[in-house]
């Protein structure tokens, strides 16, 4: 209860909101739980568009990354020291793709707890049923075609969001993990009351679309290069030169002055002396005998 208590804000947020959808749009308890679903993912729209450029330069910088564990990798430590100094560098926070999930729990949470407060239960009365759902406060546990149905849903909408966000997962491993945890949540789903998977098959349904439109829109940046790399960095080191004015950059106008000997010097050839100045007649001062 301690958690409830701490939540109670977030409860009664999502409370309102679902009376708003029932009592001023009109729409059915089921309905208005798919409606909080779009209100909350529009609230953390700004973060899911800082997740995808998250994602998106982690993937752009993914070939460093590799070398990085290549060249480090019997040394753990030193790894961890240059792969923070690597996104430090390129200004990449590897937590940003966390975001949107971690505001999203505790919404989740609430619902929870609002779904199976008795006040819900008694604003529900009378119309509690959500298609072949028989009460959307309760579990589905003694209805084995809705159980089921309920389940075929939720696994196929997660699947589904698993796999248009796994696009960028490199490792293997993680996809794999990621495909098998809705298999392994349905043990947990199905004690939950029906509302909470209903708002969470409407979020994987979301996330779907999301993930379409940015895929569409906002197509990933292509791989850096080690020359891409490379040049970057000669060209910060060249700003950091001469105190900011660029010195590496403009050379001196004695350095200008030696860079074509410098080049006949390369070319092998031999530079021919410049011809003697012609010598001035003297005028002559006396009369001519």
């Not at 490792?171 to 392994?184: E, S, V």
């Not at 947990?188 to 409407?202: H, S």
Request: hydrophobic letters at 45%; a positive charge.
């Amino acid at each position: 209860m301690y958690l409830a208590n701490v939540l109670q804000p977030l409860i009664d947020f999502n409370d309102a909101i679902l009376k708003f959808w029932h009592d001023q749009a009109g729409l059915p308890w089921g309905w208005a739980i798919v409606g909080l679903t779009f209100c909350i993912r529009l609230l953390i729209l700004p973060l899911t568009f800082r997740q995808v450029r998250s994602m998106q330069e982690l993937q752009r910088l993914q070939p460093e990354l590799k070398k990085l564990q290549e060249r480090f990798k019997d040394d753990k430590q030193r790894l961890n020291q240059e792969m923070m100094r690597f996104y430090q560098e390129h200004k990449v926070n590897p937590l940003g793709s966390c975001l949107p999930l971690l505001f999203q729990f505790p919404f989740f949470i609430s619902l929870f707890y609002l779904l199976r407060g008795d006040q819900f239960k008694a604003d529900i009365a009378g119309e509690a049923g959500f298609g072949f759902i028989p009460n959307l406060a309760e579990p589905v546990k003694d209805k084995p075609g809705a159980l089921a149905a309920l389940i075929v849903l939720y696994v196929a909408s997660q699947l589904g969001s698993t796999l248009v966000s796994a696009q960028t997962m490199t490792d293997k491993n993680q996809r794999r993990l990621f495909m098998a945890l809705p298999f392994f949540f349905v043990v947990f789903v199905i004690n939950f009351p029906a509302g909470v998977i209903v708002y969470w098959i409407t979020t994987n349904v979301w996330t779907i679309g999301q993930q379409l439109l940015i895929r569409r829109f906002l197509p990933p940046p292509e791989p850096l290069t080690a020359g891409a790399s490379a040049a970057s960095g000669s060209g910060r080191q060249a700003h950091k030169d001469g105190n900011g004015r660029g010195a590496a950059a403009r050379p001196r106008a004695s350095e200008r002055r030696a860079q074509p000997a410098a080049a006949d010097g390369a070319s092998g050839g031999t530079r021919k002396p410049p011809p003697p100045s012609p010598r001035k007649k003297k005028k002559r001062t006396g009369r001519r005998r």
